[in-house]
């Protein structure tokens, strides 16, 4: 509404102006007569400026707070999703979607409707105004707006194919330069570099077809104005000539015409504001549409009390098609410790996201305390168990924050006890990791990721592959550290290699889908859990 009358009060200074100077300039004899126009013109240059300052105000606040909405409602879904969301949406898009997206969606009001509402005004107003005066003045005042409308309106279709074919090239050209970025050391970005100039090729060819369009239509503009200027002019001079419209007013009616066109002047970025706006909302109700793997129930029962002791019943597993765990039976109790082994593929990492319920099974059932996982808080459930996957990416931020996401209430000297514990104390808790910990070395990021874990206050250890990157010596110094600190709490460990066999009681082997008991203890470098102690 602000924004409307903004603009109408544009339109009602340029007239006032206008009659003000062609009075002015005829020296009247009393020059109070001039008070009222002068006052009106002061009144109206304020309130236009005043106006426009509170719709800016009031329609941009209104915008951002929408924009928030929509960031919390994307935020959320992402963190539903947690890195499962990878598996439907490329790091580009969602990139994407947290910034032009959201832009567009919440400031669609501002660059669609109120031009729209304001030009809408504008006619009314102008309209209204020279009816009265002569139908014809009216018609050819309007005329060439609605003319310059018209033609925003015609090329409509065009603009916002090509503002849709934009913002699919960016997403597409912002995923590969990430793709390109992340695998730099792989020759990605010499793999990607062709389709990356193809690309850039395509989106400089949409922004010139665009530029085009745009000047196509400001020149359309320009000819209306000169069409309504003129127009307004010649049937004004004859309206004054038969004595029907005084000179003065005509000044006034020609600087209404003209300042009208001001309103027609955004018009021309609704079309791609609108399709970009659409387009960027269907996106997000396809996003919102898609279910995660793993959703909390809507009344969640409370996780049970009492010693841990984790089950799988009859467990299946399908991926792609394949059965990964068949018809599966595990118990796992409070302070017991268990060491899976198996084949590349073989479905131990899949076996141990059941336990966190990051994963439900296809068929049977994985129960805590004897309450089916589906059926608790995961919150709850996730708050007993601690896990550490196997290439865990870092946060981007300090060794401090990234510890921190173990136990937030951690203080610095037990973050860098754990840290010595693992062979990291030449680390510094105020470094900075880069983005996916990309400025440690592979081991160090995997002992952050387990130092991490450990530090959870849980009752259950989850390890995939927690010495992979590591050294036989750094090993064995990881492997005891973790016998030290989790001493007498459940852990399973996820592993190919033998040092790590040592830390459990029993050790199954995960082979088709089945788990079997392994057929001899291998040789236990490690210290044992209680040789540890
Ligand atoms: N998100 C996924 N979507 C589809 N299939 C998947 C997914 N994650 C894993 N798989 C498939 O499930 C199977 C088991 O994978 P899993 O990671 O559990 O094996 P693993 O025994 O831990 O292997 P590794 O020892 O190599 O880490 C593999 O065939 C894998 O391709």
């Known amino acids: 509404m602000l924004g409307v009358l903004a603009a109408c009060a544009g339109v009602g200074l340029a007239a006032t102006s206008g009659v003000l100077i062609s009075r002015a300039a005829l020296r009247p004899a009393d020059f109070l007569s001039l008070t009222l126009l002068v006052t009106a013109v002061r009144a109206l240059g304020l309130g236009r400026a005043g106006l426009r300052y509170a719709e800016r105000l009031t329609g941009h606040a ?6 928030e909405g929509l960031r919390l409602r994307l935020f959320d879904t992402v963190s539903r999703f947690g890195r499962d969301l990878l598996a439907f949406e490329r790091g580009g898009d969602l990139l994407s979607r947290a910034g032009p997206d959201v832009d567009a969606a919440q400031f669609r009001f501002l660059r669609v409707i109120l031009p729209l509402a304001a030009l809408a005004g504008v006619l009314t107003v102008l309209l209204a105004g020279l009816v009265g005066l002569d139908p014809g003045l009216a018609l050819l005042a309007v005329g060439p707006l609605g003319l310059a409308a018209g033609a925003v309106w015609a090329v409509r279709p065009r603009v916002a ?25 792989d020759n990605a970005a010499t793999h990607h570099a062709p389709e990356l100039a193809r690309l850039s090729e395509r989106l400089a060819g ?13 020149l359309a503009q320009e000819a209306a104005f000169a069409l309504a200027v003129t127009g307004v002019l010649w049937r004004g001079a004859a309206l004054v000539g038969a004595g029907e419209l005084s000179g003065v007013w005509l000044a006034g009616v020609v600087l209404a015409a003209a300042a009208a066109f001001d309103a027609a002047a955004p018009l021309s970025a609704v079309p791609a504001a609108d399709a970009v706006a659409g387009a960027a909302g269907q996106r997000r109700l396809a996003l919102e549409a898609l279910a995660p793997a793993v959703t909390s129930p809507d009344t969640p029962a409370t996780v049970p009390t009492g010693p841990l002791h984790l089950r799988l019943e009859n467990v299946t597993v399908r991926r792609a098609g394949r059965t990964v765990l068949d018809s599966l039976n595990l118990d796992l109790r409070a ?7 198996g084949p590349s593929g073989g479905g131990k ?26 059926t608790l808080d995961l919150a709850g459930l996730r708050a007993r168990l601690s896990l550490h996957e196997q290439d865990a ?15 937030h209430r951690a203080s610095d000297e037990r973050l860098r006890a754990v840290l010595d514990g693992l062979g990291l104390g030449h680390l510094d808790l105020n470094a900075w990791v880069g983005e996916g910990g990309t ?11 387990v130092a991490r874990a450990l530090l959870r206050p849980a009752e259950m250890l989850l390890l995939d592959e927690p010495t992979a990157h590591l050294d036989p010596e750094t090993e064995q110094r990881v492997l005891a550290f973790i016998a030290r600190e989790w001493s007498g709490r459940g852990l399973l460990i996820v592993t190919h290699r033998t040092a ?21 203890c291998p040789a236990q470098t490690p210290p044992t859990r209680r040789q540890a102690i």
Do not use: F, Y
């Open 62 to 67: 209104a915008a951002l707070k929408a924009g």
């Open 161 to 185: 194919r090509l503002a849709r074919e934009e913002v699919t090239l960016s997403r597409e050209h912002a995923a590969r330069l990430l793709d390109a970025l992340a695998g730099g050391g």
């Open 206 to 218: 949409v922004a010139l077809r665009l530029g085009r369009v745009n000047a196509g239509l400001a």
């Open 335 to 341: 302070g017991e410790t268990l060491a899976i082994s």
């Open 349 to 374: 990492t899949t076996l141990a996201r059941l336990l966190s319920r990051d994963l439900d099974p296809d068929g049977g059932r994985v129960t805590l305390n004897g309450a089916d996982l589906r």
């Open 393 to 407: 990416p870092l946060l981007d931020g300090t060794l401090r924050e990234n510890l921190h996401l173990g136990d």
């Open 439 to 449: 400025r440690l070395s592979g081991g160090e990021r995997a002992r952050v990721s």
């Open 500 to 520: 790590p066999l040592g830390l459990a009681q029993r050790h199954l082997i995960l082979r088709a889908g089945q788990l079997v008991p392994a057929p001899e």
